[in-house]
């Protein structure tokens, strides 16, 4: 069966070599890059110990510098999974999703078919680059250097015109001896629907040739030169050759460009793309007149692992950003994300190269944010989280993004970062010095939105409160042990993780170990000790759980000593997070008062640290708070009345009048 080249090149197109490759070997960590696509190990086809075998993923290639082996995907999983070739096709078919062409012996002629479209389309390219030249074109070279393209540029990327006439190309085609059947099928005129001669897809607009990664023109875009126009940018309709969903506008340079390392960025437009690559970005690229597909996203991460997605900086560019997340959220992997450069308000690549040159562009780029600040950015900007509803709202709608993600590693990365992000927003701002404004809840702060609110490093006593006992006991020590007891209760009762679920969420964990111990607990408290125990020792390592259960104030703790009894659990876990909370309520309090001493001359001050130090100890004792009722003896010691009465009854009971024994 010959399959056509346009097939092959599409599925090398979708396919990862390192991906591919990476099923047979195992990557030497320390010699590959792959954020570039450079991966190096031992080769699969002879025995050897050290990384001879080189898989270039972006060329798509691979040789051992041992055996000299070398081909591509194709030949890789031939040779490995000693298989045919059209065996190794479907293999790769059918990971890359590609269903095969159909076995008929008409598959040469459809090649050939496809081969002479594309002869048409260049046919057209150059009509158009005449007409570009000639006297109906002279609009648009008028056109064209406003926007910064002299003749050298024009030639650069074939651009040309469509004169406006009903069947300008048309005439021209036919004449050429090209076949009506042929043009109708390139998208090059549409039928009419009066019953006369098919009429030009594009009338009186510059025109864009749009080509694959070998080169070949596969379709057309314009732009209007009359303002009036329904459409300013018209694409070709999808044909045999094109496919908009899964083309991008200048691929395969940009990937050349991307490969010499230039950074690749996705644009909205033909000329944003255009000025980027004339300004020395080159490594551009853009949609065809749709939001990134799915399939333009797998493309894209097969050009770099991180394209940088600059779109327009107005409400529509903001949506087609956050589009691009969505899309990527539940695709995500290491090695595999995107960044996104906000064109200022208003304005598009094109325009900011104009206005700022390519150092404005540069620091925009240099700038970009991760994705995990436009998720935080869509979900608080223009909010307020004054209530427990609405920040409840906003974990959920954080949880429910990052739950997309399918890396466990990864997931547990943004989760930390946008707690991180939310301890931040609920906690008031405190600004030095007077008048300095309270807190509020308000994420949009800062310049564009994306600003925190401002807060005070852990305050500093004052001399009045150095020497107190509330400025004077280690507060960060005691959260660390409290956080242990209540970490190792959970390890070993995790039958109750769910009944604490919030107030374990809210525990902020200063301890990075603690603070991954804590999310791995709410990831699979739900799957019973035994497998919680085996997540947690492969996540951690054996010895930092032995660790953690051996450190003295754990190991004494009721839960340790008695594993698996949920009822000892819960009443541990209630007194230990009250009193986590109530040491944190007094810490923040002191960092606040302390600073309001400078400013306040009143009593108001010394009051609040005097109610916050009793509301701890109160809280403190807690359940250990002895209740009982004592009476004195004899000899002046206290003697507990229940166990004195107890004692009595059990005295009852006891015969004193038994005979004694002969001796």
């Known amino acids: 069966m010959k399959l056509d080249p346009s097939f092959l090149d599409e599925l090398r197109n979708r396919i990862s070599l390192t991906q591919v490759v990476g099923r047979k070997v195992l990557w030497d960590n320390r010699k590959s890059i792959p954020s570039k696509g450079d991966m190096w ?18 060329k798509g290639f691979y040789y051992c510098f041992g055996c000299h082996e070398k081909g591509d995907a194709i030949s890789f999983v031939r040779k490995t999974e000693n298989v045919e070739f059209m065996e190794a096709i479907e293999i790769l078919a059918r990971e890359a999703g590609m269903p095969l062409p159909e076995r008929d012996p008409q598959a040469a002629k459809k090649a050939e078919k496809r081969a002479s479209l594309t002869d048409v389309m260049e046919e057209a390219v150059k009509f158009f680059a005449m007409s570009l030249r000639g006297g109906g074109g002279r609009d648009a070279s008028a056109y064209l250097p406003k926007r910064g393209l002299d003749e050298a540029a024009r030639g ?60 070949r023109c596969i379709a057309f875009g314009g732009r209007a030169m009359d303002p009036n126009d329904n459409a300013k940018y018209l694409n070709s309709p999808e044909t045999v050759l094109f496919d908009k969903g899964r083309t991008l506008y200048n691929h395969g340079p940009a990937r050349e460009a991307v490969g010499k390392g230039q950074p690749l960025i996705v644009a909205e437009g033909y000329m944003d793309v255009i000025a980027l690559s004339e300004a020395g970005f080159g490594g551009a690229v853009a949609p ?3 939001a990134v597909t799915e399939h333009q996203l797998d493309m894209l991460w097969r050009i770099a692992p991180e394209p940088l997605i600059a779109l327009d900086g107005d409400t529509a560019g903001l949506r087609a950003a956050r589009k691009v997340m969505d899309l990527a959220l539940p695709k995500l992997n290491v090695g595999h994300s995107v960044r996104f450069a906000l064109m200022p308000e208003g304005q598009d690549p094109d325009e900011v190269l104009k206005a700022k040159g390519r150092e404005g562009m540069q620091a925009l780029l240099d700038s970009a944010l991760p994705l995990v600040d436009l998720l935080w950015s869509r979900e608080t900007e223009g909010k307020t989280f004054d209530s427990p ?24 990365h943004y989760d930390q970062a946008l707690r991180e992000k939310t301890r931040e927003l609920f906690r008031p701002a405190r600004f030095s010095g007077k008048g300095s404004g309270g807190g509020g809840f308000s994420p949009a702060r ?25 400025a004077g006991q280690d507060i960060d020590a005691t959260e660390y042990l409290r956080e242990a007891v209540i970490l190792a209760s959970l390890c070993v009762t995790p039958g109750v993780a769910d009944e604490f679920e919030g107030q374990l969420l809210r525990m ?9 111990l804590r999310d791995l607990i709410l990831a699979h408290a739900g799957e019973g000790a035994e497998n919680l125990s085996e997540k947690l020792t492969e996540a951690l390592g054996a010895p930092a759980l032995d660790e953690l259960l051996g450190r003295t104030h754990v190991a ?53 640290l005097g109610d916050a130090a009793r509301t701890s100890h109160s809280a403190l004792r807690g359940l250990q708070e002895d209740t ?36």
């Open 446 to 470: 800062g310049k564009g939105g994306f600003g925190r609110n401002a807060r005070f490093q852990p305050a500093v006593p004052m001399p009045s409160t150095k020497a107190s006992l509330l």
């Open 628 to 663: 009982a009722e004592y009476d004195v003896g004899d000899n002046g010691a206290p003697i507990n009345r229940d166990e004195r009465s107890a004692l009595d009854a059990l005295m009852q009971t006891i015969r004193f009048d038994k005979p004694r024994r002969n001796g």
């Open 41 to 58: 190990a031992p080769c699969p086809f002879h025995h050897e110990k050290t990384a001879s075998f080189h898989v270039d993923d972006r």
């Open 288 to 290: 065809l007149g749709t």
């Open 156 to 215: 650069r990327w074939n651009l040309g015109f469509a004169p406006d006439a009903w069947q300008g190309l048309w005439d021209h085609l036919i004449g050429k001896g090209v076949k009506p059947d042929d043009i109708l099928a390139c998208g090059l005129a549409k039928p009419s629907n009066k019953g006369g001669k098919p009429y030009d897809t594009f009338r009186n607009r510059i025109m864009f040739p749009i080509r694959d990664t070998r080169g």
């Open 556 to 608: 004494l703790c009721p839960p340790v000593r008695h594993p698996g009894d949920e009822e000892q659990a819960r009443m541990t876990l209630g007194e230990e997070f009250a009193k986590l909370q109530a040491v944190r309520a007094l810490r923040d309090e002191v960092e606040e008062a302390t600073q309001d001493i400078e400013t306040m001359e009143d009593e108001a001050v010394t009051w609040r």
């Open 508 to 516: 902020d964990c200063r301890d990075e170990t603690h603070a991954r």
């Open 389 to 412: 509803d609405r920040r409840a709202a906003l974990d959920r709608a954080l949880r429910n993004a990052t739950a997309q993600i399918p890396d466990e590693g990864l997931r547990y």
